[in-house]
C-alpha cells in the first residue's frame, strides 16, 4: 500500500456499479490517489478506521445513497466523525434527489451525482477535480509518525511519550479528549479508558505496551541478532556508546544492551555545556543520535528494552542474562550501566510520579508547563539545567536546595545563567515535606531546613534530582562492588597489594577491569569514576583498548 497517497473511496452495494465508479476514478486519479471500493456502509467504515490508523488522508468520500443496511447517508455521517476533512458526495438516482438536496443540511454533504454519470469526463470528473480543490485547501497532510493518545495527568502515558523521546521515535501526541485523538481511539475500537494507544507508522493499534513490544513495533532492535560477540557492552550511556563507537570501529563484534533509552543520563540533559568541540552546548538527545549513529555505522548492534540481570562466567566466555530469560555469550563485557536516580523519600510521592512529580527528565513535560509555577529540587548541575531548560517554558520556576546555597555543589557557568534568568528563584535550606493531590500533583509542603517550618503551596510540576544509585545490584556475588554498590576496578581491587580473591591469571587486573578477567567497568557505575559525560566517553573508549589486551593475550 502507498502510505500516503490521499484516499478516494467510493461504496456502493451493487457490485457492478461500484467497480464502474472505481474504474473510472482511477483511470484519472489513480496515480496520485489510492482508489479504494467497498460494496456495504459497514465494510467502507472498516476501510476507513485501517486508513485512519495508517494515518493516510482520505480526500473523497462517494457514497451510494439506497445501501441496504447502512444508507449513504448515515455512511458519510459516521465517516465524518472519522476524517471530517474529506469532502462528500452521494450518489443518487433522479427519484432521490429531493432527499440528496436534504441531506447538503443535514450533513454537509458537498455534492451529489446522478446515475448514470456517462460521459465521466462531462458528469464525474469536474465534480470530483472540485471535491479535490476544496479538500486541498483544508490542508489535511497524512500523518507518517507513530501516533500516542493518551490522558495528560497518566503516568503510563508519560512513560510511552519519554521512552519513545528518548529513543529518538518521533511521534504525534494527542489527548484522549482532543477530536483527533477521539477519532484515533475510535478507528481502534476502543474508549478513553484503553489509554495509551499507541498507533504505529503502519497502523497497527497498541494499548498499553510493554516496552519490549513497543520498541519492537516502532522498529528498535530488542534481541541479539547471534548468540556470541567479542564484547558485550552493557548500558547505552556515554560510556557504553563511547565503548561502542571504539569497539565496532576496531573490528570487534560488538552488542550495545541498553534496558531503556541509549543516552542513559546525559541523553536527558537539555544542554551539556561543558563536552569537548561544543562551544555552543549540545542537547543530550542530540549528542545521544549522534553517537548512536556513529556506533551503528562502524557495525555495532544496539538492542534496547533489553534489561540485563546476570553475569556468569562459563569457562573464556563471558555470559550475560536478560529478564526475559534470553542470553547472549561474549569474550568480554564492558559495564556500563551508569547510576539510576534516588527518589524522594516523601509519602504520596509514588502515587504522584508520572502524575505531576517526574525523576531526571524535564524534556518531554516542558511544553505542559507553558504558562505553570514549577519546582525542581535539588543543587547539583541536573537540577540547574533543568531549571534553565523550564524557565523558556514555564511562568514562574521555583529551585529547592537543601544546603545554603549552589556554589559548592553546582558549576559557575550554570549559577550565572540562574541569576541572569528573571523567572527563577532560588530557595536555599528549603526541603519537600509533602506532596497532595487526587488525580495528579496539586500542592506541595515545603520546609524551611533551618527552622523546621512548613508552608503549602499550589503546585502542579515537581522534577526531581537528587542524586543517585549505581544500577549494580545484579552483579551481587559476581563482581566485587565498593559499600555503595560501585563497580571495583584496577588498583581499588589490591587491598594491601594482594589480588582480589579467586583471582586466576598471574597479573594485575588491568586499570578499568573488575575482579573477573575480562569483564571491565567504565562510566558514572565504576568506583571512585569522575561523575561527567567526557570522562564515561573517555573510559569507554579506554575499556576497548583494555578488551583488546585481553584478547591478545588468550
Ligand atoms: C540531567 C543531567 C544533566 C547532566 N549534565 C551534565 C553535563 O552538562 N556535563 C557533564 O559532564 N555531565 C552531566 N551529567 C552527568 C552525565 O550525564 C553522566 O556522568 C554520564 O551520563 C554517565 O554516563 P554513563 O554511561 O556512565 O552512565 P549513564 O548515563 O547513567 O548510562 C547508563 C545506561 O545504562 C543503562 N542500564 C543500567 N542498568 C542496565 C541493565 N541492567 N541492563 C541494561 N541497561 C542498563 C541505563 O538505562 C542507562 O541508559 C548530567 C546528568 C544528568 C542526569
Redesign the pocket.
Known amino acids: 500500500m502507498e502510505a500516503s497517497k490521499p484516499v478516494l473511496l467510493t461504496v456502493d452495494d451493487d457490485p457492478g456499479v461500484s467497480r464502474a465508479v472505481a474504474r473510472d476514478l482511477r483511470r484519472r486519479y489513480g496515480q496520485d490517489h489510492r482508489i479504494v471500493r467497498a460494496e456495504s456502509g459497514r465494510q467502507a467504515l472498516e476501510a476507513l478506521r485501517e486508513i485512519k490508523l495508517r494515518g493516510d488522508p482520505v480526500a473523497v468520500l462517494l457514497a451510494d445513497y439506497r445501501m441496504p443496511q447502512m444508507s449513504g447517508l448515515e455512511f458519510l455521517e459516521q465517516a465524518m466523525d472519522l476524517f471530517p476533512n474529506a469532502r462528500r458526495a452521494l450518489l443518487t438516482a433522479y427519484a432521490d434527489t429531493d432527499a440528496a438536496i436534504q441531506a447538503i443540511n443535514v450533513i454537509d454533504l458537498d455534492h451529489y451525482l446522478l446515475k448514470p454519470w456517462e460521459p465521466p469526463e462531462e458528469k464525474l470528473y469536474p465534480v470530483v477535480d472540485e471535491l479535490l480543490e476544496l479538500w486541498r485547501a483544508a490542508d489535511d497532510t497524512p500523518v507518517t509518525a507513530t501516533q500516542v493518545v493518551g490522558h495528560r495527568w497518566s503516568a503510563r502515558s508519560h512513560e510511552v511519550r519519554d521512552f519513545l523521546a528518548r529513543n529518538s521515535v518521533s511521534y504525534r501526541w494527542l489527548t484522549a479528549d482532543q477530536p483527533e485523538g477521539r477519532r484515533l481511539l475510535e478507528a481502534a475500537g476502543l474508549d478513553e479508558s484503553s489509554v495509551p494507544l499507541v498507533v504505529t507508522p503502519d497502523g497497527d493499534a497498541l494499548v498499553d505496551p510493554g516496552t519490549e513490544e513497543l520498541a519492537a513495533r516502532v522498529g528498535l532492535s530488542t534481541t541479539p541478532a547471534t548468540d556470541f560477540y567479542d564484547t558485550v557492552i552493557?548500558?547505552?550511556?556515554?560510556?557504553?556508546?563511547?565503548a561502542a563507537v571504539y569497539a565496532a570501529s576496531e573490528g570487534l563484534r560488538t552488542v550495545l544492551?541498553?534496558?531503556?533509552?541509549?543516552?542513559?543520563?546525559?541523553?536527558?540533559?537539555?544542554?551539556?555545556?561543558?563536552?569537548l568541540g561544543f562551544p555552543d552546548?549540545v542537547s543530550?538527545a542530540q549528542l545521544t543520535d549522534r553517537a548512536r549513529r556513529q556506533a551503528t555505522k562502524f557495525g555495532a548492534e544496539i538492542l534496547t528494552a533489553?534489561?540485563?540481570?546476570g553475569l556468569a562466567v562459563r569457562g573464556s566466555s563471558r555470559v550475560v542474562g536478560?529478564?526475559d530469560g534470553g542470553e547472549v555469550a561474549a569474550h568480554t563485557v564492558v559495564l556500563?550501566?551508569?547510576?539510576?536516580?534516588a527518589t524522594l523519600d516523601v509519602p504520596g510521592t509514588d502515587r504522584l510520579t508520572g502524575r505531576g512529580i517526574f525523576y531526571?527528565?524535564?524534556a518531554t513535560e516542558a511544553p505542559s508547563c507553558a504558562d505553570e509555577d514549577v519546582y525542581v529540587v535539588g543543587g547539583?548541575?541536573?537540577?540547574g539545567?533543568?531549571a534553565v531548560f523550564l524557565s523558556r517554558h514555564a511562568r514562574r520556576v521555583t529551585l529547592l536546595v537543601r544546603a545554603d546555597g549552589l556554589e559548592r555543589s553546582m558549576?559557575h557557568y550554570?549559577i550565572r545563567q540562574i541569576r541572569d534568568t528573571g523567572n527563577i528563584e532560588v530557595r536555599p535550606r528549603t526541603v519537600v515535606a509533602g506532596v497532595a493531590g487526587d488525580q495528579h500533583l496539586e500542592r506541595l509542603t515545603l520546609c524551611d531546613a533551618a527552622t523546621g517550618s512548613t508552608e503549602e503551596v499550589p503546585a502542579a510540576f515537581l522534577f526531581v534530582?537528587i542524586g543517585?544509585a549505581p544500577?549494580?545490584e545484579?552483579l551481587d556475588g559476581v563482581v566485587q562492588r565498593d559499600r555503595r554498590g560501585f563497580v571495583l576496578t584496577g588498583p581499588d581491587l589490591l587491598v594491601g597489594g594482594k589480588r582480589p580473591r579467586g583471582w586466576p591469571l598471574d597479573r594485575d587486573p588491568y586499570y578499568l577491569e573488575g575482579s573477573v578477567p575480562g569483564v571491565f567497568a567504565?562510566?558514572?557505575?565504576?568506583a571512585n569514576?569522575?561523575?561527567?559525560?567526557?570522562?564515561?566517553?573517555g573510559?569507554?573508549a579506554m575499556a576497548i583498548q583494555l578488551v583488546h589486551r585481553y584478547l591478545e593475550a588468550q
Open positions: 552493557i548500558g547505552g550511556g556515554p560510556a557504553g556508546l563511547g544492551v541498553e534496558r531503556e533509552a541509549t543516552g542513559g543520563q546525559a541523553g536527558q540533559s537539555s544542554r551539556i555545556e561543558n563536552y552546548g543530550g533489553a534489561d540485563v540481570t536478560f529478564a556500563a550501566t551508569g547510576v539510576a536516580y531526571g527528565s524535564a547539583a548541575n541536573s537540577a539545567q533543568a558549576s550554570l534530582f543517585a544500577c549494580t545484579w567504565a562510566g558514572d557505575a565504576r569514576s569522575v561523575k561527567r559525560v567526557a570522562s564515561a566517553v573510559e569507554g
